[in-house]
């Protein structure tokens, strides 16, 4: 039960947070949000820690629990890209994400065409395929399930330590295009033949066949999902200059 008030805790505020109904510069006391959760000190405590490992808040001696602008969050965490994606910054969450991967992507399968074990090649290659019958098929929650494994594959099989790191933010991602509508029951049967054409190019070992398919996949993500977030203004982080 601790944890799942905990849980319930963080994704209350966190959730507000984002959406913009505790604006930056807003305070909050413990006491005051004990009260309305109705939950515990530890548990209030517990849960503002995990806000301000995100970045969402910050605590102030005698003052309290004071919300962060946008540009402090940290954007990488799978939480804080949930609660956007949940939010009326959806569109603005899915451009920044999609133009990491259409960075990240290309090059990962490049580099796992170079560099993945045997097995992980043939791994994507049995994944390929069965994510093209599940297209077909429209089994959604199937699919989706075959797609976050593809891509965090690719992402772990370039033997790039910092790209791995990304699965989190790419599971994210193609489980909130689902949950919310974006993504279509059965995809286009040019996707799903080019998820196969990345996972052969990285089985033979041709990276450049590899990097050309990937890109072609995340163009094509752009291109569908660009009405999503026309628009949406985009976030210019301050520089921290030292």
Do not use: C, Y
């Amino acid at each position: 039960m601790p944890t799942s008030l905990h849980t319930r805790a963080v994704e209350h505020l966190g959730t507000r947070i984002v959406a913009g109904e505790l604006p930056a510069g807003h305070v909050m006391l413990a006491e005051h949000l004990e009260d309305e959760l109705k939950v515990s000190r530890s548990v209030v405590r517990e849960a503002v820690r995990v806000l301000q490992s995100l970045g969402l808040v910050e605590t102030i001696k005698r003052v309290g629990i004071r919300v962060l602008p946008s540009s402090r969050w940290n954007p990488f965490d799978p939480l804080v890209i949930r609660w956007r994606l949940a939010g009326e910054g959806r569109g603005a969450q899915l451009r920044s994400l999609a133009e990491l991967r259409t960075a990240v992507e290309p090059v990962a399968a490049e580099l796992a065409a170079a560099n993945a074990p045997a097995e992980l090649r043939q791994e994507l290659v049995e994944i390929s395929h069965a994510m093209r019958e599940a297209g077909q098929a429209g089994d959604v929650p199937r699919f989706l399930e075959l797609d976050i494994l593809f891509h965090s594959l690719l992402l772990t099989g370039s033997g790039n330590e910092m790209f791995a790191n990304m699965v989190g933010q790419v599971t994210e991602t193609l489980t909130g295009r689902t949950i919310h509508g974006l993504m279509p029951d059965h995809p286009r049967e040019t996707a799903l033949q080019w998820h196969v054409e990345v996972a052969e190019a990285i089985a033979a070992g041709n990276a450049a066949a590899a990097r050309e398919a990937s890109n072609r996949i995340m163009r094509e993500t752009i291109t569908e999902m660009e009405p999503s977030w026309k628009n949406q203004p985009r976030v210019f982080v301050p520089l921290q200059r030292h």
